[in-house]
């Protein structure tokens, strides 16, 4: 007998029907574009994990910032790569994040922000169906992170109908 791959990467809420948190939960999936609910909770277990870390890693250092940041180099360096952090932030900062930081690194509301389409739905079609690249590479998944450095990559498919700036969708979209 095989052992199967946990392939559940978020905890769903302990109690499921409060009003407030659906109203929350629901504002943020129409604001992000995101599918489902899922998705959501994908990224704040997400973030409950960047909090867990940072907590251990000051706990480790009994509190000392510095000593906790030499401790965490690499979990240091790929909060700053991904943007989650800026470079003047301290590891404490992982504490006050939000779950719309880690939303706000997603390819599908990078693509949105860059102006590539009119709303972010829309963002996560024209991603799905190949349209739009990072660094050259074409790239159909919406919840992928964007690194810092490869923002400014982000751009139409040079074979797509998209990088016509005359397309309908695309001339909407630059109003």
């Not at 867990?52 to 480790?60: M, P, S, T, V």
Request: glycine share 6%; charged share 35%; proline share 3%.
């Amino acid at each position: 007998m095989t052992t199967g791959n946990n392939t559940k990467f978020y905890e769903t809420p302990n109690h499921p029907f409060q009003g407030e948190r659906i109203a929350q939960e629901s504002d943020l999936l129409s604001r992000y574009g995101l599918k489902n609910k899922e998705e959501l909770w994908r990224a704040q277990s997400e973030l409950r994990n960047l909090r867990r870390e940072a907590r251990r890693l000051l706990g480790e250092a009994q509190g000392d910032v510095e000593e906790a940041e030499s401790l965490g180099a690499e979990f240091m360096a790929r909060m700053r790569r991904y943007g989650i952090l800026s470079a003047e932030d301290d590891i404490s900062q992982t504490l006050r994040l939000d779950v719309t930081d880690i939303l706000e690194r997603r390819f599908q509301t990078v693509a949105y922000r860059k102006g590539l389409a009119q709303t972010p739905q829309q963002a996560r079609q024209f991603i799905v169906h190949g349209h739009v690249t990072v660094d050259g590479a074409r790239t159909t998944i919406p919840s992928r992170k964007v690194e810092v450095d490869e923002e400014d990559t982000v751009a139409f498919d040079e074979t797509s109908k998209l990088a016509d700036e005359l397309h309908p969708e695309r001339a909407e979209a630059q109003e």
